[in-house]
Protein backbone atom coordinates (compact mmCIF):
# COMPACT_ATOMS: atom_id res chain seq x y z
CA UNK A 1 0.00 0.00 0.00
CA UNK A 2 3.11 2.21 0.82
CA UNK A 3 4.80 1.82 -2.51
CA UNK A 4 1.69 2.64 -4.49
CA UNK A 5 1.38 5.58 -2.64
CA UNK A 6 4.61 6.69 -2.90
CA UNK A 7 4.48 5.76 -6.71
CA UNK A 8 1.71 8.35 -7.11
CA UNK A 9 3.33 11.00 -5.08
CA UNK A 10 6.28 10.06 -7.43
CA UNK A 11 4.36 10.51 -10.73
CA UNK A 12 2.48 14.02 -9.45
CA UNK A 13 6.13 15.38 -8.47
CA UNK A 14 7.54 14.22 -11.82
CA UNK A 15 9.32 16.76 -13.99
CA UNK A 16 9.17 19.68 -11.14
CA UNK A 17 12.34 19.52 -10.05
CA UNK A 18 15.10 21.12 -11.08
CA UNK A 19 18.28 18.69 -12.26
CA UNK A 20 20.95 18.92 -9.16
CA UNK A 21 23.53 20.68 -11.49
CA UNK A 22 21.18 23.52 -11.30
CA UNK A 23 20.52 23.76 -7.80
CA UNK A 24 24.34 23.46 -7.62
CA UNK A 25 24.97 26.76 -10.16
CA UNK A 26 22.14 28.71 -8.10
CA UNK A 27 24.08 27.75 -4.81
CA UNK A 28 20.46 27.44 -3.37
CA UNK A 29 20.52 26.78 0.69
CA UNK A 30 17.24 26.06 2.49
CA UNK A 31 17.09 28.63 4.81
CA UNK A 32 18.46 31.73 2.45
CA UNK A 33 16.74 34.41 1.28
CA UNK A 34 15.26 33.66 -2.80
CA UNK A 35 16.49 36.45 -5.16
CA UNK A 36 13.50 38.11 -6.90
CA UNK A 37 16.14 38.53 -9.81
CA UNK A 38 19.20 36.90 -11.13
CA UNK A 39 22.37 38.82 -12.77
CA UNK A 40 21.22 39.21 -16.11
CA UNK A 41 18.10 41.45 -14.98
CA UNK A 42 15.76 38.75 -15.95
CA UNK A 43 12.48 38.56 -13.42
CA UNK A 44 12.04 35.34 -11.55
CA UNK A 45 10.04 32.73 -12.83
CA UNK A 46 5.91 33.00 -11.13
CA UNK A 47 5.62 30.84 -8.55
CA UNK A 48 4.46 27.05 -9.06
CA UNK A 49 0.90 26.29 -8.82
CA UNK A 50 -0.18 23.46 -6.39
CA UNK A 51 -0.99 20.41 -8.41
CA UNK A 52 -4.16 18.70 -7.19
CA UNK A 53 -3.15 15.27 -7.62
CA UNK A 54 -1.25 15.67 -5.07
CA UNK A 55 -4.64 15.49 -3.24
CA UNK A 56 -4.91 11.90 -3.57
CA UNK A 57 -1.65 10.84 -1.66
CA UNK A 58 -2.13 13.81 0.95
CA UNK A 59 -3.75 13.92 4.56
CA UNK A 60 -4.16 16.10 7.54
CA UNK A 61 -1.02 15.23 9.65
CA UNK A 62 -3.86 15.94 12.52
CA UNK A 63 -6.71 13.43 11.59
CA UNK A 64 -5.20 11.22 8.43
CA UNK A 65 -8.30 12.75 6.87
CA UNK A 66 -8.37 13.95 2.89
CA UNK A 67 -7.68 17.48 2.24
CA UNK A 68 -9.69 19.96 0.26
CA UNK A 69 -7.87 22.24 -1.84
CA UNK A 70 -9.24 25.74 -2.24
CA UNK A 71 -7.87 27.93 -5.47
CA UNK A 72 -9.23 31.17 -3.79
CA UNK A 73 -7.11 31.09 -0.97
CA UNK A 74 -4.09 28.45 -2.10
CA UNK A 75 -4.68 26.50 0.95
CA UNK A 76 -5.24 23.15 1.73
CA UNK A 77 -8.63 23.03 4.09
CA UNK A 78 -9.42 20.29 6.51
CA UNK A 79 -13.38 20.80 6.74
CA UNK A 80 -13.90 18.51 9.93
CA UNK A 81 -11.07 20.12 12.21
CA UNK A 82 -11.76 23.57 10.56
CA UNK A 83 -7.93 24.19 9.37
CA UNK A 84 -6.36 25.51 6.43
CA UNK A 85 -2.74 24.52 5.57
CA UNK A 86 -1.00 27.67 3.21
CA UNK A 87 0.06 26.31 -0.06
CA UNK A 88 3.90 28.76 -0.73
CA UNK A 89 5.06 28.00 -4.44
CA UNK A 90 3.18 24.74 -5.31
CA UNK A 91 4.34 23.41 -1.85
CA UNK A 92 1.51 22.37 0.74
CA UNK A 93 3.13 23.80 4.59
CA UNK A 94 1.83 21.18 6.26
CA UNK A 95 3.38 21.62 9.68
CA UNK A 96 -0.17 21.81 12.17
CA UNK A 97 1.55 25.02 13.90
CA UNK A 98 1.70 26.76 10.27
CA UNK A 99 -2.00 26.37 9.73
CA UNK A 100 -4.59 28.47 10.50
CA UNK A 101 -8.20 28.21 12.22
CA UNK A 102 -10.58 28.52 9.23
CA UNK A 103 -13.96 28.53 11.81
CA UNK A 104 -14.45 27.42 14.94
CA UNK A 105 -15.44 23.79 16.36
CA UNK A 106 -19.24 22.38 16.35
CA UNK A 107 -18.54 21.57 20.39
CA UNK A 108 -17.47 25.30 20.65
CA UNK A 109 -20.45 26.33 18.56
CA UNK A 110 -22.85 24.14 20.06
CA UNK A 111 -21.86 25.04 23.85
CA UNK A 112 -22.03 29.46 22.57
CA UNK A 113 -25.66 28.48 21.61
CA UNK A 114 -26.73 26.69 24.82
Known amino acids: MLSGARGKLALALRGTRAPASAVARRGLHASGPRPSADRSGKAEAPPRAFDPAL ?5 CPLSKKPLRYEASTNELINEELGIAYPIIDGIPN ?6 RMTHQSKKQEEMEQH
Open 55 to 59: LEVLV
Open 94 to 99: MIPQAA
